[in-house]
């Protein structure tokens, strides 16, 4: 069974995608892999096995 996350990052203007990088690699590091990226909304998605 999949879990998912769902977050709005709040990136501001300056280094954004540095901000960004950081925020992935700290979500990939609990397990987490991006499912989705929703750039209208600045919305992000990701998943994981629930039963790890």
């Keep these: 069974m999949k ?5 709005v ?3 501001g203007i300056i280094k954004r995608a ?8 700290q979500y990939a590091r ?6 989705h990226v929703n750039q209208a ?3 992000v998605i990701f998943e994981r096995n629930k039963n790890r």
């Design 3 to 7: 879990e998912y996350r769902t977050i």
């Design 9 to 11: 990052p709040k990136l």
């Design 18 to 25: 540095e901000k960004l990088e950081e925020l992935l690699n």
């Design 30 to 35: 609990e397990g987490w892999k991006l499912h």
């Design 41 to 43: 909304q600045t919305l």
